[in-house]
């Protein structure tokens, strides 16, 4: 890790970068060891599309669902729930675990800046949640036939919205949380109400006329219909991507006027 000073007394232009790329490369080796992140972030998706696969009823076309099988839809909503993981099970702890051990106040007092742990914390879970995403995809399409995305820029554009927006939300976890145990108790809540929006238990698709409309204004919500249409082969709604641009402006910004480093 680069020091703060050199022989003549100033901390060369490069050591920031330098600094911020070892705390990355440290921050992913712990990741790397964290085979309980790894496996809900990762693993679990894969194995919930798989299980449901092998549903014989799943993989039968159903004129309610325009003709598509119910495992069809789950591919976007397994996608979704690797995000979920990442952002609001696994990494808030680790954040708020930094800062109530003065990690990040000693920190500042380094070249390294406590945002480079951030941002090292972002890239690492943001980064897992699309590997999970195309490890889904893969299995749906190779072990049960489902389609791989008919608009695939779309399908990208989508994926990358909701990956930014389940971040900002756990920035915002982060922020608003003193302790760990507020921070897992608080993302808990948060992340089975994301699940049920993103269609975890009951296809947003299958949900009844105002409870679905009352969804699609959720990030999640909003982010598995994008995906969906995506998938089918229709650019998604504007309307659902503004709607998970809209929710991760928000969390970003609240989440950056109230968070704190020690």
Do not use: K
């Not at 909503?77 to 702890?93: D, K, R, S, T, Y």
């Not at 972002?122 to 195309?134: D, N």
């Amino acid at each position: 890790m680069a020091t703060a000073n050199t022989g003549t007394g100033h901390v060369p232009r490069t050591a920031p970068t330098g600094a911020s790329l070892a705390v990355l490369r440290s921050e992913t080796r712990l990741f790397l060891r964290e085979p309980g992140s790894l496996f809900w972030i990762l693993v679990f998706p894969t194995v919930l599309t798989t299980i449901l696969g092998l549903i014989p009823s799943f993989r039968e076309h159903d004129d309610g669902l325009g003709g598509r099988r119910v495992i069809d839809l789950y591919v976007p909503v397994a996608v979704l729930l690797a995000m979920i993981m990442a952002g609001l099970q696994a990494m808030p702890p680790v954040l708020t675990g930094y800062r109530e051990r003065g990690i990040l106040r000693r920190m500042s007092t380094t070249p390294v800046r406590p945002s480079a742990l951030l941002g090292a914390q972002i890239v690492l879970h943001g980064a897992a949640a699309l590997g999970s995403a195309l490890l889904v995809m893969a299995v749906g399409r190779i072990a049960f036939g489902v389609r791989l995305p008919g608009q695939p820029f779309g399908y990208l554009l989508a994926l990358l919205l909701a990956v930014a927006c389940v971040l900002a939300l756990g920035a915002l976890v982060c922020a608003v949380s003193r302790t760990i145990r507020i921070s897992s108790a608080l993302g808990s809540v948060v992340f089975f109400v994301m699940m049920f929006t993103a269609g975890v238990w009951v296809p947003v698709q299958a949900m009844p006329g105002t409870v679905r409309r009352i969804v699609q204004a959720t990030p999640f919500g909003a982010a598995s219909q994008a995906l969906d249409r995506a998938a089918s082969g229709d650019w998604p709604s504007w309307a659902y991507l503004g709607v998970v641009a809209l929710w991760t402006v928000l969390a970003a910004g609240v989440a950056i006027r109230n968070f704190r480093w020690e």
